[in-house]
């Protein structure tokens, strides 16, 4: 069966200006990916694409003005978002486990860390106090932390932003999650300290069979650390594939503008990229999203776009490519 | 982190000078000449010179105010300008009075503020949450002598119910002996079942009043608090990790604990003046009362120590929350 | 262009939007301006002339010629408290200006200088903390005699270190910034970086507090005349008035003290409403921009 199966998500964020008009921000449009166990997506776009809201949507920690207005995400066959609360609730940090792009402040600053390891896993399953203890020590240990007995009475405050983020990392996969969620989990990190965060999410997928889904702008972490890969434009996934696919015959102008952007390091630079402002999610334009800052726009832009399979399940979002 | 503490108390002394400078200024703002009042009406000449040069008045001012200075060090707060009474004796003896109606006051205020702040910001823009904002709003609003006036006009004059407003302690009835100064509590201690139960009475009304202006702050800063944190990453992320909402609602209560016990500290300084317009109110006979007649008088020697006490309170506040807070969140006990 | 149908007035459009984000700061805002109304009308509107003794109708219930009573020198409590409204917004609106003028220099002065004038600032501000508003104002304005203009001034100038401190605080934000350096870089005199470049982005944040401190003027000036240390009877001023009533309280004549009690209630909530709404107004759009 199939991991994770997100079809056709809508977010929307709805509120009243100044005016007393009501605004609905259309901030996701149509989301449909998949993911299967043992693989990583690296899910990547400028800031404001709906990478992070992707993520926050299918785990329902949407809070208002944001709202989801449509679509589904099958977990393992079962909808997330059809799912009462407290059963999404259940599966958040034991079936499915984020982490986030802070850590220092995602940690719980008055709790030392080993508590904290022992509270998620004692949240999710029932064992004993010197069980979860032992877990979160041997957890510790495993993502390379020095002297983990030790560590475990830490204060958050205590910790390198390295430090903090293997703890972070140590907390998701406390409970063995079947799907491991990353939003931007090196951004702030220095450069060594980046590598070897990845290598180490990279080696758990392959040593424990679990999906992964990597968040980031940067296109040099979905090169080297991803299996699949789908760009995010305007709150749709433009072009999604295998990463050598993807790489090696860029389809939708977005994503060809993207990497040939970034030649030396193969990095986003920060939040805008060439060609024009990001998308006003206030007013996006009829039919294709991109075709205001698109130099290959023609007419035709103006209907809805197809999804063209480009073959080995590279699929482009895009009239140029289907002409 | 007991050099921590002893660097916050060193910080403490050069505020004390600005303080003693400042409530130094305030006798000269006045441009009241207290040896007149002093020295009495029937005085010759040499005897108000004699008077000026005890009080240093004929010296420099700075001179006036190192004077000033050595003499509060050790203890001297000068004496009243009416009565003659040196003042620090009359603070002492009133100080009881007014800690007694603070405490109470503030404890329940608190006791119902802390709790409702925190149920207004677990749901925020609920009908609870629109209430007790109206609520808390309304206590910035009232006039403390007002609410006062208001509380012994319908309790004891409409009602009936309420003893009053004429001191701490039945007319007719002699206080228990001095232990405490509290006449509740050395009733109490001294079982003297009818002083407790007449000053119990005493206390009710202005112990509530202190407690409704106090509550309004509190609701308005616990909501504020507790709204931050439960915006906080780590909420959010506890959200993530799917614990149970008893969990999460836990660690948003124990990481609201420490700033509201802080502004709580801090908010003791208004509350100070609140419950010296209730004691002038209420004729309680504290030192709120004794400042505030003073003021009304042109005391200002009383005035000055008045002043000063209650400064030096807040100080005492601010230290003690400073203590609480080295105590409670483990990055401060740590920090440099 | 021509339109059929008159499309709602984008004014209305506006109140009805800033009504719904914050119903606490329109209701607010209608409570003063009904205050500002009576202030203005009072001439017209007050049955009687406030300070005119009736010493045959003394202490007469409301009721009849009088819907407040009478107050022990048979004056018209009903006059007297509209009339109070103009003294409220006489304190309050010169006491906040005074605040401004002095704060708001402070803040931009000390945040854009730093160095020893700004740490000697703020050790006085935290000095004065220590020290609670009322009875300072109550010691100062009775050390440098209870005139109008003492009320005023030192209401002022307790007020003034509220806005020095939210100045000082967006100025060092702002101190680093772009245009700033730039004016810097063009020669600007730095009285003109201060006051045309960088107050107009940094006012905002005293702005929204203005209603509060108006609120706090109204309240602290009666609080003074109630006292009897600020403005003395028989003025109509609604401290002073609830300091007549209070005597009678306690004798059943209720009405001199209570009336003059709710207008001045009503006219610090309506002023508390306002200044909440406009800190919620601010606030979030800041939030916004944080993150």
Redesign the interface.
Known sequence: MTLLSVEDLHTHFISRDLDNQIRVARALNGVSFTLEAGRILGLVGETGAGKSLTATSLMGLLRPPARVVGGRALFEGQDLLAMPEAQVNALRGRDISLVVQSPKSSLDPLTRIGDQLIRIHRAHRKVSEAAARDRAVEMLASLGIPDPARRMAAWPYELSGGMAQRVLIALALMNAPRLLIADEPTTGLDVTVQAQILDLLRDLVRRTGIGAMIITHDLGVVAHYCDEMAVMYAGAIVESGPVREVFGQPSHPYTANLIGATPERLRLGGPRTVGGPPPNLFRLPEGCAYRDRCPQAGPDCAQTPPDVALGAGHIARCHRVAA | MSGLLARRIALVV??LA??LL?TFL??R???SDPVGLLAGPTATTEEIALVRASLALDQPIWVQFGVYFGKVLQGDLGQSWLSNRPVLAEILDRAPATIELMFWGVLIGAGLGIPAGLRAAFRPDGSFDQVT?FLS??G???????LG??M??VF??LLGWAP?GMGRIDLFLTPPDRITGSYLIDGLLAADWEAAGSAFSQLVLPVLCVAIISAAPIIKQTRAIALEVLA???I??????????G?IRA?AL??SATPVVTFIG?EI??????T??IE??FAWGGLGQY??SA??A?D?AV?QG??LV??LF??LV?LAVDVFVMLT???AG?AP | MSTTVAPTPRWALRIAGITRRSPTLAIGATILLVFALVAILAPWIAPFDPIQAQPRNVLAPPGGAHPFGTDGNGMDVLSRVIAGAGWAFGIAIPAVLVGLLAGVPLGLYTGYRGGWPDEIMMRGFDALRVFPSIILALAVVAAAGPSLLNVVLVIGFLDSPVFARVVRAEVIALRGSTFVESAVAAGNPTWRILFVHILPNAIQGAMAQTAVRAAWAVRISATLAFLGVGIQPPTPEWGAMIRQGAEYLVTGQWWVGVFPGIALILMVLGLNMLGDGMQDMLDPRRKAATR
Do not use: C, K
């Open positions: 050069p505020l600005v303080i400042f305030l006798v703002l006045s441009g904002r709003l309304l910035f609003s009232v006039p403390t002598y007002w006036l208001i012994l006009f004891f004059y009053p906080s990453d780590y959010r992320y506890a959200r993530a990790q799917g614990l149970p909402h969990q660690m124990r990481n801090t300084t208004g509350l100070v003046g609140t010296s317009l002038y109110v400042g505030l003021i009304i042109g200002f005035v008045y002043v209650l400064a807040s100080v601010f969140e483990p990055r740590a």
